[in-house]
């Protein structure tokens, strides 16, 4: 299933890159552990039991029990639709021989930037502990963007190679200054 800018959305890595001769995309998403379809079996699974103890206790008598199973589920499934489209979240970032553009949204770009290849490059905060991620921006003259923040350190270092593959990288210390 492809989206309006023609990525393929359904991955299983939670970095991907796509090449062809035109241009270069990486796609960085949440670790996404259980589809929606998954989510729906278990919430199946526990419905049967919950469901099934609210009308053995409804027929006995104890009919209250029977709204209150109805609205745990209900909580259940709300609480793992809300999981499930927060990690519908997405860094699509495309790099052209003239742009790179990074579009951020849910099932469509909610947000974009658009940079000039030539006057991009790469910012790098270095994490300050080894169990932290170093925090890694997209900018220009004009305008930052950080990609990847809800990423693992593991998943960083990987989206930081293929970064580091299309643009300079401009390390940030501590001192306020840039390294090339």
């Not at 932290?132 to 900018?139: D, K, N, T």
């Amino acid at each position: 299933m492809k989206n309006r800018l023609g990525v393929l959305w359904t991955e299983t890595n939670v970095v991907s890159v796509d090449r062809n001769e035109r241009e270069t995309t990486i796609l960085v998403k949440p670790n996404h552990s259980a589809s929606w379809r998954q989510n729906l079996w278990v919430l199946a699974a526990l419905a049967v039991p919950s469901l099934g103890a609210g009308i053995a206790f409804a027929v006995a008598g104890a009919w209250p029990i029977l709204p209150f199973a109805g609205i745990e589920l209900a909580a259940l499934g709300s609480a793992l639709y809300w999981v499930n489209w927060k990690l519908e979240y997405r860094h699509v970032i495309r790099f052209t021989d003239s742009t790179v553009i990074i579009d951020k949204g849910y099932f469509i770009p909610k947000r974009s930037w658009c940079f000039a290849r030539e006057e991009t490059a790469l910012r790098v905060s270095p994490e300050t502990h080894p169990w932290q991620r170093p925090e890694v921006s997209v900018h220009d003259r004009q305008s930052e963007t950080r990609v990847g923040d809800f990423l693992n350190r593991e998943e960083t270092l990987e989206l930081l190679g293929l970064l580091k593959q299309q643009l300079i990288v401009r390390t940030h210390s501590n001192t306020d200054t840039f390294k090339a």
